[in-house]
């Protein structure tokens, strides 16, 4: 997924001729802690809540303001890890797109990532999950594929996750099958050691209550 394909147009960006009072109220409109600023299409800077915030004169111009603007952003071709690694070190709610030419092209949210991601790791897709743990040296994806795929099963979303001080991984798999019984079997002959399972849903709706919880913190 590029980061092209999550751009919203919900979102307008701010013109330097607005006030800072104006980005305040389209920040709690929003509910964003961002917004980008355009000068025609080309991208001034990211101005802040915080900044504002401080900020003595709220009818002032955002051009005539004494503000301090970031320049993050991410061109509509890179891919949305580069975009979560982005916005996660810099602890943005909302971060510019730009063409190969540097101009603006619109936004992406924190709220709209978190919504991509649940489709992404086919939260709504009923199946079960397998969670295994093995070292780094070990894995490989083509034979965890083929065990299974050889249950008449299919792979809705894989995930890799490790730790900076360990050599071991855990892999999360999100499978189309509820029933894991075959694959845990055979996952047994190849001596993996299978962490934990989710069977029946429990999976889904602990993904679909932490993916709600986070959405209403996001728009409060």
């Excluded at 305040?24 to 504002?52: C, P, Y």
Aim: charged share 20%.
């Amino acid at each position: 997924m590029l980061a092209g394909d999550l751009i919203t147009d919900e979102i307008p960006p701010l013109k330097i001729t607005d006030t800072v009072e104006l980005a305040l109220d389209w920040m709690e409109q929003f509910k964003v802690s961002h917004l980008a600023v355009v000068d025609n299409r080309q991208l001034i800077g990211l101005v802040s809540e915080t900044d504002l915030l401080d900020y003595e004169h709220p009818e002032e111009q955002i051009t005539a303001s004494k503000l301090h603007l970031m320049k993050p952003a991410i061109h509509y071709y890179q891919h949305a890890y580069d975009l979560i690694r982005l916005m996660s070190s810099l602890n943005l709610t909302l971060i510019p797109v730009i063409d190969e030419n540097e101009l603006y092209k619109g936004c992406i949210t924190l709220k709209g990532i978190v919504q991509n991601l649940s489709t992404m790791m086919s939260v709504q897709n009923p199946g079960g999950v397998i969670v295994l743990e093995l070292n780094q040296n070990d894995y490989s994806v083509t034979q965890i594929g083929n065990i299974i795929e050889s249950n008449d099963t299919k792979i809705l979303s894989l995930h890799v996750s490790s730790h900076a001080d360990s050599t071991k991984i855990e892999v999360t798999i999100k499978v189309n099958r509820e029933d894991l019984s075959g694959i845990l079997q055979t996952f047994a002959r190849y001596n993996y050691s299978v962490k934990a399972i989710f069977q029946h849903g429990d999976y889904n709706k602990g993904l679909d209550d932490r993916m709600n919880e986070f959405l209403h913190f996001l728009n409060i």
